[in-house]
């Protein structure tokens, strides 16, 4: 079971850029890799939008055609990065990882495991 802690959330001017990362609380790396991990949003009132995914074993990429170009998903053998270039005002959301089987284009299937969210807010 994981237990998925997303960080680098916070407010960053339109343009600029910030880095999340998703990992297992307990450090333990070996079991973050076994898993396709999903990045979502959301945004009071609306639904949990799926970003990005990446796969477990060749780390394909996948995005939402709203990030691709800005964003770029990564991992290594602990973490998941979401690098978010040229952040623009709709970005404002709560950020969540997931991690499931595999992917389903951007979208993390099962979603077995989430964390808590980060807020990312970009002031125009």
């Known amino acids: 079971q994981l237990h998925l802690v997303e960080s680098g959330g916070g407010l960053v001017q339109s343009g600029g850029s910030l880095r999340l990362s998703c990992a297992d609380s307990?450090?333990?790396?070996?079991?973050?890799?076994?898993?396709?991990i999903g990045w979502f949003r959301q945004v009071p009132g609306k639904e949990r939008e799926p970003i990005s995914c990446?796969?477990?074993?060749?780390?394909t990429a996948y995005y939402d055609h709203s990030v691709a170009g800005r964003f770029t998903i990564s991992r290594d053998i602990a973490k998941v990065y979401l690098q978010m270039n040229s952040l623009k005002s709709e970005d404002t959301a709560v950020y969540l990882c997931?991690?499931?089987?595999?992917?389903?284009?951007?979208?993390?299937?099962?979603?077995?495991?989430w964390g808590q969210g980060t807020q990312v807010t970009v002031s125009s």
């Open positions: 997931a991690a499931g089987p595999t992917c389903s284009g951007r979208l993390v299937a099962g979603q077995d495991f």
């Open positions: 307990r450090f333990t790396s070996r079991f973050i890799s076994d898993y396709a």
């Open positions: 990446i796969g477990a074993r060749d780390g």
